[in-house]
């Protein structure tokens, strides 16, 4: 007896590991990478016809992202017009979608909205207006921006900016009154009503830009960005407290290079920021996507494979190219991702990793 329940145990554990060991077959492999990618499209309205919906059967893409306007001509309609047309486009991506589709805008509030007034949307005041009401206030401004974006199909929104106002010639946070104040208690307190807010409406908070970039003198659409001198540990403060006290779906890293957390690597790229900083001394659970890696900052200085390869293996779990500033083909581009897994220089096990945490952020928050 006792040499029959070995046998079946042997039997079972060969089983088990053969199991384990069964390669996944390629078009699997390329869904998996599909649902990694979160990516940018010109076009207002759709059809079964459109490039957009042939990439998001072929791939089951995990995301998109909606811009109102072309970034090289602000005068061309891209994806937002009206609320009719947006509540149109977005029903017909989930519609035409097989998977769960995060269909995700920049609706900050003040300068960075995609859903504006002249389109019929409610105006949302900037981070630093809003700091200077109450709670009960904010509440109310957040709680009416987060029902629009349901309303219209948005169920991701990368906001709240946790950034610190720490350096007054920073064009693109500071000077755009996109950080509630250089407190990082502000910061913290009205950050947390936005994400509460927008989860009361099923909405997916993005915490952004890590490791911080209010102390940038420079604008990574533009180039290289090195904070190494401005940077200090007080930006983390507002990624402690929020990883700690509450529920952060996803987080958004930023293109700027810090010497004194990674001697080679801009923190996107950099597993020294986003696994051991990040995940191991912070704490962080969710997903972490890439700010758009089309931007000079990242683009500028490496090849594509690189920035798949690297960002991917630093613990990058949504990889973000916006095809604003310029454009990339996505079937190239899950070719290349696909070719890196292949020749081993992306380990199977990141993308299984990234692959399960994004599942977990559809069953939190009930996509379907």
Not at 113 to 131: D, H, I, Q
Not at 278 to 303: C, N, P, T, W
Not at 304 to 322: P, R, T, W
Request: net charge neutral; with cysteine; aromatic share 8%.
């Amino acid at each position: 007896m006792k040499l029959f329940i070995l046998s079946l145990l042997f039997v079972i554990n060969v089983l088990n590991l053969s199991a384990s060991q069964n390669p996944i077959d390629d078009e699997t492999l390329k869904k998996m990478i599909g649902k990694m990618l979160i990516i940018g499209f010109e076009d207002e309205y759709i059809d079964e016809n459109s490039k957009i919906v042939s990439l998001i059967n072929r791939y089951e893409l995990g995301g998109v992202i909606l811009f109102d306007r072309f970034y090289n001509d602000k005068t061309k309609i891209k994806n937002i017009s009206s609320a009719k047309q947006l509540k149109q486009l977005t029903l017909k991506l989930q519609s035409f979608a097989k998977k769960p589709l995060l269909i995700s805008v920049d609706q900050e509030g003040g300068r960075v909205a995609r859903l504006k007034p002249k389109y019929g949307f409610e105006a949302t005041p900037s981070a630093k207006a809003v700091s200077q009401n109450d709670e009960y206030m904010s509440k109310h401004i957040y709680n009416a921006l987060a029902k629009t974006l349901r309303q219209n199909g948005i169920n991701c929104n990368f906001a709240p900016v946790v950034d610190l106002a720490l350096n007054p010639n920073n064009k693109v946070i500071y000077g755009l009154n996109r950080s509630y104040g250089a407190a990082s208690s502000e910061v913290i307190k009205y950050a947390k009503i936005f994400m509460d807010s927008l989860e009361n409406e099923g909405v997916v908070s993005v915490l952004k830009h890590f490791p911080g970039h209010g102390s940038s003198l420079g604008d990574s659409h533009e180039g290289y960005v090195d904070i190494s001198k401005t940077w200090s540990e007080a930006e983390l403060e507002p990624y402690r407290e929020l990883i700690k006290s509450s529920k952060v779906p996803m987080i958004m890293s930023a293109h700027v290079y810090n010497s004194k957390l990674d001697e080679k690597y801009p923190a996107t790229l950099s597993y020294n920021v986003n696994t051991k900083l990040l995940r191991q001394e912070l704490g962080f659970k969710g997903i972490l996507v890439s700010d758009d890696l089309q931007m000079k900052a990242i683009l500028s200085h490496y090849s594509l494979e690189e920035i798949v390869a690297l960002s991917i293996n630093s613990g990058v779990d949504m990889l973000l190219f916006a095809n604003q500033l310029t454009t990339q083909d996505i079937d190239a581009l899950v070719d290349v991702i696909f070719q890196e897994i292949k020749n081993g220089n992306i380990p199977m096990d990141r993308i299984e990793e990234s692959n399960a945490r994004i599942e977990q952020l559809y069953k939190t928050y009930k996509f379907k």
